[in-house]
């Protein structure tokens, strides 16, 4: 699936609730929205950015959401790969 925006793949679930998209891959980064609650996001790409720890888990890839017109932190993603599989980098 690719949508206009180049989002590509499918949906990816996330982790956590009142997870933060953020302007930049950056937890000091202004936040741009936040996700509830576990919710299922559009990744157009990826790009490394802040080292993030969450729950024994750490990871500095972020994934552009175009859907939220931010990055969230892979950390939050529930996929078990570093990287997204197929997702381009930014």
């Known amino acids: 699936m690719r949508g206009d925006d180049g989002a590509t793949g499918s949906p990816s679930p996330t982790w956590g609730t009142d997870a933060s998209v953020r ?21 157009a790409c990826q ?25 969230i932190s892979d950390t939050l993603i529930g996929v078990n790969d570093a990287r997204l599989p197929g997702v381009p980098t930014c």
């Open 23 to 43: 302007q930049q891959p950056s937890t000091d980064s202004a936040r741009v929205a936040s996700l509830p609650g576990p919710a299922s996001v559009r990744v």
């Open 47 to 71: 790009v490394r950015g802040e080292l993030v720890e969450y729950d024994g888990y750490s990871n500095d890839a972020w994934s552009w959401l175009p859907d939220h017109g931010g990055h």
